[in-house]
């Protein structure tokens, strides 16, 4: 549960930019389009991002101290967590429960 919520503080800001894509839609079909667009203008940013931050995290591993070289892997594993949940679970789950909430509304 801790790495859950470590994974969505840190990337909270394009997190909330890819809700606000998805909220500007009235329909169903608009968002499922929306967020697909979001997806598609925040998917590379979010990609760069998790390599820079992985490669440069990882040059720690190279240090020789074993300590600084176990923070370096879980912190390189956090971030390689974040981009897998940021680019296939999150927009699965807006998508969900923004289909939901219009469900309810009709």
Not at 65 to 73: A, I, S, Y
Not at 75 to 87: A, D, G, K, L, R
């Amino acid at each position: 549960l801790c790495w859950v919520c470590l994974v969505f503080v840190v990337n909270l800001k394009k997190a909330s930019l890819l809700a606000q894509f998805a909220l500007s839609g009235c329909s169903q079909t608009e968002v499922i389009n929306n967020i697909s667009k979001g997806m598609s203008l925040l998917g590379p940013s979010f990609s760069l991002d998790s390599i820079v931050c992985s490669l440069v995290i990882s040059v720690g591993m190279l240090s020789g101290v074993q300590r600084l070289e176990t923070l370096c892997m879980f912190t390189c594993m956090s971030f390689i967590v974040n981009y897998v949940v940021i680019m296939s679970f999150y927009p699965a789950c807006l998508s969900l429960v923004l289909d939901v909430s219009f469900c309810f509304l009709i």
